[in-house]
């Protein structure tokens, strides 16, 4: 079973940083890709970041320059650094891999981030 525990959100005012955590429970993290979602509310789950086995990252356009991810193989964990925050960037992140040999999504619980104007 691969549980993905999410760390690191909370509040913080517009122009501040956050960093969040997923730490995996699973056999193999090496050559799964990672990624950062987020869901506003009324709004559909939306891509925010994704790192690659080989580190390979993109980003959606709203959030590069401001959002950093990256990944710690040997612990098992990924990142996203925001800085810059933005009113917008305000929504319940969801970490997520997806498994390279089966295509298999798992997804964390989901931590809150709000960002205060």
């Known amino acids: 079973q691969v549980q993905l525990v999410e760390s690191g959100g909370g509040l913080a005012q517009a122009g501040g940083s956050l960093r969040l955590s997923c730490a995996a429970s699973i056999t193999t993290f090496t050559g799964n890709t990672l990624g950062w979602y987020r869901q506003a509310p009324g709004k559909q789950r939306e891509l925010v970041a994704r790192i690659s086995s080989g580190g390979q990252t993109d980003y959606t356009d709203s959030v590069k320059g401001r959002f950093t991810i990256s990944r710690d193989n040997p612990k098992k964990s990924v990142y996203l650094q925001m800085n810059s925050l933005k009113p917008e960037d305000t929504a319940v992140y969801y970490c997520?891999?997806?498994?390279?040999?089966?295509?298999?999504?798992?997804w964390g619980q989901g931590t809150q981030v709000t960002v205060s104007s």
């Open positions: 997520n891999l997806q498994a390279r040999l089966s295509g298999t999504n798992y």
